[in-house]
């Protein structure tokens, strides 16, 4: 089984609202991903979970926060979101711990939509 | 230094014809360079992916051709299909990089019948 699987698969929400993405891989792999990607552009690393612990975090508004609770769940919670953060987020997953090149599997995306 | 070059942004092929997309990079330490297939509504998923150390590298219909020395890779779609219609993504990484794919801007293919 290679499926990484995201929810909501769409999510409206004002700026003034608290919403949670939910990723979620039994794959058994140690790496998990949040990117973001806006329409027609690729996708931007946002975070990186290795073995449970932030490894990477791209300079990311603090409005977006990261969870890592177990190896097979990663959660993104969004505060105070602005119109401009609308995108789809995509989850991904890599078998070793993210530290040499592998294949990372992909989501399929939460489409958000802030109003 | 960071960036991967692609083009073209668009493309357009009739079916049976043989699609070539090409990317570039600047740094030398990238040695490990993937590219995406990624469909309206889903996420990217990896196609293919080669090292330095070959010079190409075939999957079914798919062939990257790789160029160390002038920094550039591509990819060639043989026999191209409508279900070949998608966005792909050349992207590049380095060891010791948590695995940080730096991505193309991405090319959009139309196959059509």
């Known amino acids: 089984d290679t499926e990484v699987t995201q929810t909501p698969k769409h999510l409206v929400m004002g700026m003034t609202n608290k919403k949670s993405l939910k990723c979620e891989q039994h794959?058994?792999?140690?790496?998990m991903y949040w990117y973001k990607q806006k329409a027609k552009k690729p996708p931007e690393l946002m975070f990186v979970?290795?073995?449970?612990?932030?490894?990477i975090n791209e300079s990311v508004p603090s409005r977006f926060s990261p969870e890592c609770p177990n190896s097979s769940l990663l959660n993104l919670h969004l505060h105070a979101l602005q119109p401009e953060d609308s995108a789809l987020y995509l989850c991904?997953?890599?078998?070793?711990?993210?530290?040499?090149?592998?294949?990372?599997?992909f989501g399929p995306g939460t489409r958000l939509l802030v109003l | 230094q960071q960036q991967v070059k692609q083009s073209p942004q668009s493309l357009i092929v009739q079916k049976g014809g043989i699609p070539i997309i090409n990317c570039a990079y600047e740094?030398?330490?990238?040695?490990?360079f993937p590219w995406y297939q990624q469909f309206p509504g889903k996420g990217p998923a990896l196609l293919i992916a080669?090292?330095?150390?070959?010079s190409e590298k075939k999957e079914g219909r798919f062939t990257i051709s790789f160029n160390k020395s002038a920094k550039q890779f591509s990819l060639h779609i043989m026999d191209s299909q409508p279900g070949d219609s998608a966005t792909y993504f050349c992207?590049?990484?380095?060891?010791?990089?948590?695995?940080?794919?730096?991505f193309g801007a991405g090319t959009r293919l139309a196959v059509h019948p």
């Open positions: 794959m058994g792999h140690r790496a």
């Open positions: 979970y290795s073995y449970e612990k932030l490894s």
């Open positions: 740094n030398t330490a990238f040695d490990y």
């Open positions: 992207a590049a990484s380095r060891r010791g990089g948590y695995n940080k794919l730096i």
């Open positions: 080669i090292r330095p150390d070959v």
């Open positions: 991904a997953s890599s078998q070793e711990g993210g530290t040499d090149q592998e294949t990372q599997y």
